[in-house]
């Protein structure tokens, strides 16, 4: 089992995950994070941690989301600078937090594959 980061996280980027993350396995991009798979020693420490609840366990997904998810955190957690400091979120990250905000609907168009700042 790993953990993935989800649709949730895209346009919110809360980063209360990483800093407690033993292993530093998240990736920074632009307006989403991304956890490497290989990485990742399926701790959970980062999953309750997350207000927007963006971080699933891979046991939790089946077929595609599975597939695409994790497409989605390996191939951009090879290409993202590693963030192991917590920053503030994106601006307008409640508006677009679904688990806040009933009206925000599939995000993933809206995932931007451009790196972000890391450390």
Known sequence: MTYLVTDN?????????????????????ENFLAINPDECIDCGVCEPECPADAIKPDSDLEGTELEYWTK??????????????????????DENNRKLNADVMDKRDELVEKPGLGD
Do not use: H
């Open 9 to 29: 996280c895209i346009k919110c980027k809360y980063t209360d995950c990483v800093s407690v993350c033993p292993v530093d396995c998240f990736y920074e991009g």
């Open 72 to 93: 989605v955190n390996t191939e951009n957690s090879v290409k993202w600078p590693v963030i192991t400091m917590q920053r503030e979120p994106l601006p307008n990250a």
